[in-house]
């Protein structure tokens, strides 16, 4: 469909009697973009070149950052690459409808996907010309980047505007917590109401903060503290809470780690946290250290007073310090023993027993330490231990690929350290995932490989493991523009065009790391 020898007039276009689809975007019901405003503009775009429209998509509500959570959006792609569409253009109002994705790059990339298949894309705040040339692609691709770039710029200024709010004392969202009470106050600090469970303000100036709630509630929770101090463990005093009638916050019965969480959040004695896990542009939400908490002391008013508060913090930082291994294994040998099985949830939630992440800590993980007891688990973990090796070995061909790229280029390869993305001559992002062997029923082998376009590599380069998942098979080189996102299933033989992408080594992809001039490239 696109031309890249010919500009088209309104008239010429006119005369191709064109079919289009509509897509909106709106992220909140508060934008002046409305859903009606958007498709009434791109209509007249529409008449304007005699485009009949077909097909409405719409995705109300939902953020521009990734592609993932828009069905519309999701419906549009599949339905032509499917050949389930009627239409040959799709009209929406500007770039920012498109998308304002992380990496500006994800937005060329759709485009290409539905123009090749002859469907072509078009923003309603340019004229219409079907024509492809470079000033065209650069113009494009720099409103893609301002797009990304308002996203970011928003991120930042979001995240300001809440550790603002933090260090006033306004509540950011996450659970009352037993106890306490959440109250709606104007922009002038006078009260309103008290929020239930589910509802939010409604007023971009009103704040929200937390207060004791019912006395009742308050000495519940100072009996909590004096018991624990006492010597009751968290178990016990779930069981007296539970005998009592008493529920959580969420109308829940107690167990160990509700108890626990009441014991060690900072709320019941006025401070306000935040930040203490993030996960910024839709990325995986990850813990952050304490350098990193945004913290208000004496937020509000508490319900437990600080001496009570630390006094159970060392008792809980003391109460395993002192355990030395062989007692640590001992318990857990009981708990086995008593139990018949054991688990993560189980070591967690029983009493007396210290917390599962100090036996990962100690021993190098769960099953290490099963081993030492000489438990063996029901389920078969031989799996966890393969892919603890597999990480071993993705370590290993990352940093013998990255050698190899710098000794070649002379130049050194930037990683993410947190996605492990090699970047190549600053514009190429490289994924190196590991896929190991598993033995079919039948007895063929077959390989497993997630292509992941939250990492937005340019190519994935699939490390296929032998059948005793110790060494390296072979490689293949896919690019995401060729294999987007989903899961691959590779058998020993398959498809041409999978084959073709395969390779007995990486150099291939060292070769992509040389320079050459451009009369050698020509």
Same mark, same amino acid.
């Given at each position: 469909?696109?031309?890249?020898?010919? $500009?088209?007039?309104?008239?010429d $276009?006119?005369?191709?009697?064109?079919?289009?689809?509509?897509?909106i975007?709106?992220?909140?019901?508060?934008?002046?973009?409305?859903?009606?405003?958007?498709?009434?503009?791109?209509?007249?775009?529409?008449?304007?070149?005699?485009?009949?429209?077909?097909?409405?998509?719409?995705d109300?509500?939902?953020? =521009?950052?990734?592609?993932?959570?828009?069905?519309?959006?999701?419906?549009?792609?599949?339905?032509?690459?499917? =050949?389930? +569409?009627?239409?040959?253009?799709v009209?929406?109002?500007?770039?920012?409808?498109?998308?304002?994705?992380?990496?500006?790059?994800?937005?060329?990339?759709?485009?290409?996907?539905?123009?090749?298949?002859?469907?072509?894309?078009?923003s309603?705040?340019?004229?219409?010309?079907?024509?492809?040339?470079?000033?065209?692609?650069?113009?494009?691709?720099?409103?893609?980047?301002?797009?990304?770039?308002?996203?970011?710029?928003?991120?930042?200024?979001v995240?300001?505007g809440?550790?603002?709010?933090?260090?006033?004392?306004?509540?950011? =969202?996450?659970?009352?917590?037993?106890?306490?009470?959440?109250?709606? $106050?104007?922009?002038?600090?006078?009260?309103?109401?008290?929020?239930?469970?589910?509802?939010?303000?409604?007023?971009?100036?009103?704040?929200?903060?937390?207060?004791?709630?019912?006395?009742?509630?308050q000495?519940?929770?100072? &009996?909590?503290?004096?018991q624990?101090?006492?010597?009751?463990?968290?178990?016990?005093?779930?069981?007296?809470?539970?005998?009592?009638?008493?529920?959580?916050?969420?109308?829940?019965?107690?167990?160990? =780690?509700?108890?626990?969480?009441?014991?060690?959040?900072?709320?019941?004695?006025?401070?306000?946290?935040?930040?203490?896990?993030?996960?910024? #542009?839709?990325?995986?939400?990850?813990? +952050?250290?304490?350098?990193?908490?945004?913290?208000?002391?004496g937020a509000?008013?508490?319900?437990?007073?600080?001496?009570?508060?630390l006094?159970?913090? +060392?008792?809980?930082?003391?109460?395993?310090?002192?355990?030395?291994?062989?007692?640590?294994? @001992?318990?857990?040998k009981? #708990?086995?023993?008593?139990?018949?099985?054991?688990?993560?949830?189980?070591?967690?939630?029983?009493?007396?027993?210290?917390?599962?992440s100090?036996?990962?800590?100690?021993?190098?993980?769960?099953?290490?330490?099963?081993?030492?007891?000489?438990?063996?688990? @029901?389920?078969?973990?031989?799996?966890?231990?393969?892919?603890?090796?597999l990480?071993?070995?993705?370590?290993?061909?990352?940093?013998?690929t990255?050698?190899?790229?710098?000794?070649?280029?002379?130049?050194?390869?930037?990683?993410?350290? @947190?996605?492990?993305?090699?970047?190549?001559?600053?514009?190429?992002?490289?994924?190196?995932?590991?896929?190991?062997?598993?033995?079919?029923? /039948?007895?063929?082998?077959? &390989?497993?490989?997630?292509?992941?376009?939250g990492?937005?590599?340019?190519?994935?380069?699939?490390?296929?493991?032998?059948?005793s998942?110790?060494?390296?098979?072979?490689?293949?080189?896919?690019?995401?523009?060729?294999?987007?996102?989903?899961?691959?299933?590779?058998? !020993?033989?398959?498809?041409?065009? #999978?084959?073709?992408?395969?390779?007995?080594?990486?150099?291939?992809?060292?070769?992509?790391?040389? +320079?050459? /001039? #451009?009369? !050698?490239?020509?």
């Open positions: 469909m696109r031309q890249v020898d010919r $500009i088209y007039t309104a008239d $276009i006119k005369k191709l009697h064109l079919k289009g689809a509509i897509y975007r709106m992220s909140t019901e508060l934008q002046v973009e409305s859903p009606e405003n958007q498709e009434r503009q791109i209509r007249d775009y529409a008449e304007r070149y005699g485009i009949e429209i077909v097909k409405v998509y719409a109300l509500g939902v953020s =521009g950052i990734t592609a993932e959570q828009r069905e519309q959006f999701q419906a549009m792609l599949e339905d032509v690459e499917q =050949g389930r +569409n009627l239409y040959n253009i009209l929406y109002l500007d770039e920012s409808r498109w998308g304002r994705f992380v990496d500006s790059r994800e937005a060329e990339y759709h485009r290409m996907c539905l123009e090749r298949k002859n469907v072509v894309c078009q309603c705040d340019k004229p219409l010309t079907l024509s492809s040339n470079i000033a065209d692609r650069i113009i494009t691709l720099l409103r893609d980047e301002s797009a990304s770039d308002y996203s970011r710029q928003l991120s930042q200024k995240f300001l809440q550790c603002n709010l933090i260090q006033k004392g306004y509540r950011q =969202g996450g659970p009352r917590g037993f106890g306490l009470r959440r109250l709606l $106050i104007d922009e002038l600090g006078k009260p309103k109401q008290e929020l239930a469970i589910g509802q939010r303000k409604s007023l971009q100036t009103d704040r929200v903060i937390l207060i004791p709630g019912p006395q009742s509630e000495e519940t929770v100072r &009996w909590i503290y004096d624990f101090i006492a010597g009751t463990r968290e178990n016990e005093i779930a069981n007296k809470l539970n005998i009592d009638g008493y529920k959580t916050d969420f109308g829940r019965p107690w167990t160990r =780690g509700t108890v626990r969480e009441l014991l060690t959040n900072e709320k019941y004695i006025g401070n306000n946290l935040f930040n203490r896990r993030s996960g910024k #542009l839709k990325s995986k939400t990850k813990n +952050n250290p304490q350098s990193d908490w945004v913290r208000k002391e509000f008013k508490p319900v437990v007073d600080i001496e009570r508060f006094k159970v913090q +060392n008792l809980i930082k003391e109460r395993h310090q002192k355990l030395s291994n062989a007692e640590l294994l @001992e318990r857990l009981i #708990l086995q023993t008593r139990v018949g099985r054991l688990s993560a949830l189980i070591i967690d939630e029983s009493e007396g027993m210290p917390p599962s100090l036996y990962t800590q100690r021993f190098g993980g769960l099953l290490r330490a099963y081993k030492l007891i000489e438990y063996l688990p @029901e389920r078969d973990y031989r799996y966890v231990e393969i892919n603890r090796k990480r071993v070995f993705h370590s290993q061909v990352m940093e013998d990255v050698a190899t790229i710098e000794k070649l280029s002379g130049r050194r390869v930037v990683i993410d350290s @947190e996605t492990d993305l090699l970047e190549l001559n600053f514009n190429l992002f490289i994924s190196i995932v590991i896929s190991r062997c598993f033995r079919t029923p /039948s007895g063929s082998f077959l &390989w497993k490989i997630r292509l992941d376009t990492l937005r590599p340019d190519i994935t380069v699939a490390v296929r493991m032998d059948s998942n110790e060494k390296a098979y072979d490689y293949y080189m896919l690019p995401s523009l060729e294999f987007g996102a989903g899961d691959l299933k590779l058998l !020993e033989e398959n498809a041409d065009l #999978l084959d073709s992408f395969r390779s007995n080594n990486l150099e291939y992809l060292f070769n992509m790391s040389v +320079n050459v /001039s #451009l009369d !050698e490239a020509v």
